[in-house]
């Protein structure tokens, strides 16, 4: 297992001190979400204005739609209470999803047939269901699944919220962040984790589908030191399931590779993403030396009918470098942003058609679980691109739950990209963010746990 890097070193960090103010103020290339000039806004994302889509009428088959969801779940709600299992709570979770997605108007073709997934011998399966005031615990490991002590959500929540919007927005020092770090994760992995699984699915409920699971600090095995402790994707490549009917174990090979990047300057998008154009021509180089054949669509040519039929096809990895948008408030969809003032893709757009993509990477803001606590506020996404475009076919999706800075993404994927075909998706992210660790100092998982990987692992 690796040894991954023992962040209590802190003499290491001392010559490296300017690193970490490069990172914080030298912004000048912008994140990657979505600014807006229109009348109705909302400040989020570090001061950027996201815009508010509208949500079109619902039609009378929607609406059906929903009320059959929600009598499915109800009803397994009701067998759960009966009787946890990790089977019924997988299938609770796929019900709750399907409703989120019904909901926001998508297109949701999730397997009619439910299965939990078949795991190799190194691989460990741990589930959380949030049912009545608990959050539940499951772990699958070597054939057999242990249900573990369930934890009061009055006991779990605070720390999650806490430690989501430390995460993203807070000004702790680094050796008080580790404490929370390290806290969450003697409270729900502690003794959920196997000591010899080098891979992990989570399948995340509540607001533990909010928190970085791969970011918190596990204890370092072999280490004598009592407090020494790594992050948990030191010690195993990770992936999340939000819902366990998802393809797993099955996965799609990569025939052809789609890169799509707007050029921004206007509409509603102000900020122009110099990094993203550069992890462009990174990949290329990349698809070149693995001999795949790749189409690249940059500027004018990137558009969102070029984006959706790329999604469309069998067997396409799928790259979107640009602004992501995603506005907390109810009735608001998250979006791709393109530069034309109306030109945007929300989850109703994208999951109009089967996207029926091996991969899809959205290399942009708040494209995963996006949530802000600040100001005695609790709002959160409803539904998000991830789900949305997994719910509609897509195999793996990567993507990030809080705002990206330009250079660090290009930083990431030129590291992921490096061992995609060799690794898969899941190990070649844990890669690349396990050398990101190295180079930080201090890591702050700000820095290098934005993405990861949903969906099929591709292990």
Same mark, same amino acid.
């Given at each position: ?364 803001? &708040? ?6 606590? *600040? @100001?005695? =506020? #609790? +709002?959160? !996404?409803?539904?998000? %691109? $991830?789900? /949305? ?20 993404? &290009? ?6 990209? *490096? @061992?995609? =075909? #060799? +690794?898969? !998706?899941?190990?070649? %992210? $844990?890669? /690349? ?27």
């Amino acid at each position: 297992m690796a040894t991954g890097t023992n962040v209590n070193d802190r003499r290491s960090w001392t010559p490296l001190a300017s690193l970490l103010v490069i990172l914080v103020v030298g912004s000048a290339s912008g994140c990657r979400c979505g600014g807006s000039t229109g009348e109705s806004e909302l400040r989020v994302e570090g001061g950027e204005r996201m815009a508010r889509p509208t949500r079109p009428d619902e039609s009378r088959r929607a609406r059906r739609r929903r009320a059959v969801g929600r009598r499915g779940s109800r009803q397994l709600a009701a067998r759960f209470s009966h009787r946890p299992t990790l089977f019924v709570g997988e299938r609770l979770k796929c019900a709750r999803m399907r409703e989120r997605l019904v909901a926001a108007g998508a297109q949701v073709r999730l397997p009619t047939t439910f299965r939990l997934p078949a795991l190799k011998s190194d691989t460990a399966l741990i589930s959380f269901v949030q049912h009545r005031r608990k959050l539940y615990r499951f772990v699958r490991w070597r054939g057999r699944t242990r249900r573990l002590r369930a934890l009061p959500l009055a006991n779990v929540d605070p720390l999650l919220i806490g430690l989501r919007d430390e995460l993203e927005f807070g000004k702790l020092d680094m050796r008080t962040l580790q404490v929370y770090l390290g806290r969450a994760y003697d409270r729900l992995l502690a003794d959920a984790v196997p000591p010899k699984a080098k891979r992990l699915l989570f399948a995340p409920d509540g607001l533990a589908r909010f928190v970085p699971l791969h970011a918190l600090l596990a204890r370092a095995s072999g280490s004598r030191g009592a407090t020494a402790r790594q992050f948990v994707v030191s010690r195993a490549a990770i992936a999340y399931l939000p819902c366990a009917a998802l393809a797993v174990g099955s996965s799609r090979p990569l025939s052809t590779l789609t890169l799509i990047a707007p050029s921004y300057g206007r509409g509603r998008a102000r900020k122009p993403l110099a990094g993203a154009h550069e992890e462009l021509k990174a990949i290329m180089k990349q698809a070149r030396r693995l001999g795949l054949p790749a189409a690249r669509y940059v500027g004018t040519e990137a558009t969102p009918k070029r984006l959706l039929a790329a999604l469309e096809a069998r067997g396409r990895l799928v790259h979107f470098a640009g602004h992501g948008l995603a506005d907390l408030r109810p009735g608001s969809p998250p979006e791709l942003i393109f530069p034309g003032r109306d030109e945007g893709l929300s989850v109703q757009l994208l999951t109009r058609s089967p996207a029926r993509a091996s991969m899809a990477v959205l290399a942009s803001c &708040a494209g995963a679980y996006v949530a802000r606590f *600040r @100001d005695d =506020q #609790r +709002l959160l !996404a409803k539904v998000n %691109l $991830a789900e /949305a475009l997994l719910g509609a076919g897509t195999g793996t999706v990567i993507a990030a739950s809080w705002s990206v800075k330009d250079r660090q993404s &290009a930083a990431q994927m030129r590291l992921f990209y *490096r @061992d995609l =075909q #060799r +690794l898969g !998706a899941a190990r070649a %992210l $844990a890669a /690349a963010q396990r050398e990101r660790i190295a180079r930080l100092r201090p890591p702050h998982p700000r820095f290098w746990a934005f993405y990861a990987v949903y969906g099929d692992p591709g292990w």
